[in-house]
């Protein structure tokens, strides 16, 4: 098998990416080991010493590393470790958390909001390794969640203002301003 790798806008961040899918579906974040009980893989990453995060997409890993490490001295850990995880056939992730249905009853501009990010935002924030996910709308605003590469990433607070926030007020005149959610 061979695997791809790609710098990211973030320099603390790698993207890895498999001749395989990852994620049939959404994505996945682990911020620490604890968190990544549910992915075989992620564990697996965790176990290198130097690696803060784990990001799952749909066909790439992006790997966040400690400041104080070295990409020439992590990068070919990690690869070894992806490769004995996907020899082993053990599961990427083992149960996906189920997706609120939607009932049909939404606003018109969380939903306009929606269809933009998942149409325009997140498959060019994927080529970077990350990923945006909406959280609410309110009083004018929209709060957003970046995840992967796109998370503590230098040009993320650019990305957002000048990028997403202005996107989408062109499109939707009911948003004021665009904010990372905490």
Known sequence: M?????ATPNPSTLKFIPEQQIMAQGTANFNDAKAAARSPLAIRLFGVEGVDSVFLGSDFITVTKGDDKDWQVLKPMILESLMNHFNSGEAIIQSDEEKAVDTGDEDPV???IKELLETRVRPAVAQDGGDIIFQKFEDGVVYLTMMGACSGCPSSGAT???????MLRYY???ITEVREAV
């Open 110 to 112: 969380v939903t306009q």
């Open 160 to 166: 957002l203002k000048h990028g997403i926030e202005n």
């Open 172 to 174: 939707i005149p009911e």
């Open 2 to 6: 061979f695997i791809q790798t790609e």
